[in-house]
């Protein structure tokens, strides 16, 4: 499939107007700005643009390897009704972290406000399901640990919607009908205050085109649990669906960036 490159969600990316709400105001000693730290290319970096790939890691279908790839512009993932993970009962093709060389990857620690932005490819064949189906996940490293910021294609009362929810705070930062969002780009952008307690803060926007489809913001809010939170893209889906909406799909992504709020 032939893919274009979408503009960036919020080119203008200094002052006021890039600074999510809830998020650290400007003073006159020091206006507070996103400084990019992170923008590889799928074509120059390949895979090598994260932390980590966790492609198939039970090795349940090399015939389909590799699920992860980079391709012309975009990052795909391919998921397969056949795909297992190490548990069983769900499906993962992730790749995690923002990689700046062959040693070093960012780190979001406690206190610091992080912004992704990026652009997906939903296919209709990648549905919302009545259990989890994840396509980002911010996290602590490690297993076990539980997903701090989670958008999900989940259906709600039989409707297909895309929402980003932050589990460890109990908070549903906002949501909104995928259909109008499959086969189609959508950018994506998600901004962080990492912060403990009612410390953080969050602001997700997704863009179609002109249009702005959703744009919601949540202060006061638990982003942070120990050592710090590292992002997590792909599919990652529960086999427990009852609505019949498993089939074998893909994710593409392209024009990943990441900037810090200093």
Do not use: C
Request: glycine fraction near 12%.
């Amino acid at each position: 499939m032939g893919t274009s490159r979408r503009a960036v969600l919020g080119a203008a990316l200094g002052g006021a107007a890039g600074v999510a709400a809830g998020l650290p105001a400007a003073t006159p000693a020091h206006a507070a700005s996103w400084q990019q730290k992170w923008a590889p290319t799928a074509s120059g970096d390949g895979l090598g643009a994260f932390e980590t790939v966790e492609d198939d890691r039970a090795d349940s279908h090399p015939a389909g390897h590799p699920h992860i790839r980079a391709t012309g512009d975009d990052w795909r993932f391919d998921m397969h009704t056949v795909d297992r993970d190490t548990s069983t009962d769900r499906q993962r093709q992730e790749v995690t972290g923002l990689r700046t060389g062959t040693s070093g990857y960012l780190k979001w620690t406690q206190g610091q406000t992080w912004r992704i932005t990026y652009s997906m490819y939903i296919p209709s064949s990648l549905k919302a399901t009545t259990t989890f189906t994840h396509i980002m996940q911010m996290k602590q490293p490690g297993s076990g640990t539980s997903p701090i910021v989670v958008q999900s294609l989940r259906r709600v009362n039989g409707v297909q919607t895309i929402e980003l929810n932050l589990p460890i705070a109990g908070v549903l930062v906002g949501r909104t009908g995928l259909d109008p969002l499959h086969d189609t780009w959508t950018d994506v952008d998600v901004q962080v205050k990492v912060g403990n307690g009612t410390a953080g803060s969050v602001r997700w926007i997704l863009t179609s085109g002109s249009t702005t489809v959703i744009d919601k913001s949540k202060t006061g809010v638990d982003t942070f649990l120990a050592d710090r939170v590292r992002p997590k893209w792909g599919i990652y889906r529960s086999l427990g669906d009852t609505s019949g909406s498993l089939q074998n799909t893909y994710l593409l992504l392209t024009d990943l960036r990441g900037y810090q709020l200093v």
